[in-house]
């Protein structure tokens, strides 16, 4: 198991992750595989979402491409937070222009046909994907992608808050009021969704570790829906839950939470839960948020995705504001959220380059 002096030095992420500052940042970008890149939009010909997350040549190939283009730090296995419960045996689709359209769960009936006894059959081609993404990427240099083992790789899971709103809804939604609804109106059957959900999150992400995941990410992007009492109660809670399980069995293995527009209750997520780093979403003060979270604990982010669409001056000024305000501090560059797809790839290239500029 790595500590930090095992680290390659050549792992700026990595040891960001491990609490050292660098500078310049490290970066990588939430969503850097997908639709905003030409090769990407390639494959998309080849075969359904689901099919290209589990096929392990595919999600590998995806993975590498914005490693290959832009030589990011870190490498995001290519794959998605509802793959979990698809494993469970929820049925899911991706639809074309729609989004994810799941069978939604409603009752305790629906709930009782979940089945986590099916996740890790199903999800094997993952893990496969993993290991051989970790090969690659800490091979031999001549393979056009890894730097001689600069690459950082992270596996990740959605939080159980958020799974369980595109699980209840059955989809994306602007206020996931059903869901929502149902821990007030229904707390017994919540509360058991949300139990299975952090004990199988905390096991899947123990597997996608031992599969060769250098770090993992959780990805809460509706924890801002919820009231403090609630926040606490599903987003804080069960992240530690599964800080403590996953670090139980992985204690030198870095996690990053992600509580999407968490506002104020950001510092007390750091504070609170034990993840090592906490990704800043695009309306958070990276300047304030450093004063309010532990020095101990890194940040995440947080460029505004819509400044990379933009492009040009803006976008390099408002890039540069947040790597100084990160200066002194382990930070991850990032952006606040995902690249969108009509980012043109010569905006993303133009970041990466301001991003390491050395000034
Ligand atoms: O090709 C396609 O049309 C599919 C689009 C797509 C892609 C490329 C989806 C469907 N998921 C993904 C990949 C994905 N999703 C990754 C891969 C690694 C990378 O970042 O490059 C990751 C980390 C995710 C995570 C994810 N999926 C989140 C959390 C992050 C966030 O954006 O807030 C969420 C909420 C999802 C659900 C989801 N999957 C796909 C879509 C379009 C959505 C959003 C649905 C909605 O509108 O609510």
């Known amino acids: 198991m790595s500590s930090k002096t095992e680290i390659p030095p050549s792992k700026r992420l990595l040891r960001t992750l491990n609490g050292e500052a660098m500078w310049p940042p490290p970066l990588w970008m939430m969503r850097q595989a997908g639709r905003f890149l030409p090769e990407f939009r390639a494959m998309r010909a080849q075969a359904d979402f689901l099919t290209r997350c589990m096929t392990p040549d595919i999600a590998t190939e995806l993975t590498l491409q914005p490693i290959r283009r832009f030589g990011m730090d870190g490498a995001i296995l290519f794959s998605d937070i509802l793959i979990l419960p698809w494993a469970l045996g929820q049925s899911l689709e991706f639809v074309e222009g729609k989004g994810p359209v799941l069978g939604a769960i409603r009752s305790k009936q629906d709930f009782a046909r979940l089945d986590r006894n099916r996740i890790a059959e199903i999800t094997a081609p993952v893990l496969e994907t993993l290991s051989r993404l970790r090969k690659v990427l800490d091979g031999p240099d001549d393979i056009g992608v890894a730097k001689g083992g600069a690459t950082t790789l992270m596996g990740f899971t959605g939080a159980p808050f958020t799974v369980a709103c595109y699980m209840v809804e059955g989809g994306g939604s602007r206020e996931f009021a059903i869901t929502r609804q149902m821990a007030f109106a229904e707390p017994a059957l919540f509360d058991r969704i949300m139990a299975l959900l952090t004990e199988t999150t ?65 510092p007390e997520y750091a504070r609170e839960t034990g993840v090592d780093v906490v990704a800043l979403d695009t309306s958070a003060d990276l300047a304030l948020m450093r004063t309010q979270v532990p020095e101990s604990i890194g940040l995440q982010g947080n460029l505004d995705p819509i400044a990379v669409l933009a492009g040009g001056e803006a976008m390099r000024r408002e890039a540069l504001a947040v790597r100084n305000a990160g200066k002194g501090r382990a930070h991850v560059f990032n952006l606040g959220h995902g690249v969108l797809p009509q980012t043109p790839v010569e905006h993303v290239a133009d970041l990466v380059k301001t991003v390491r500029e050395t000034a």
């Open 202 to 266: 905390a096991d899947y992400l123990c597997a996608q570790i031992e599969a060769g995941a250098e770090a993992v990410m959780l990805f809460d992007s509706w924890a801002g829906l919820l009231p403090p009492s609630e926040f606490r109660k599903h987003v804080i809670a069960p992240t530690r839950q599964i800080v403590q399980a996953v670090k139980a069995k992985h204690p030198s293995v870095k996690i990053i939470g992600f509580p999407r527009l968490g506002g104020m209750m950001v």
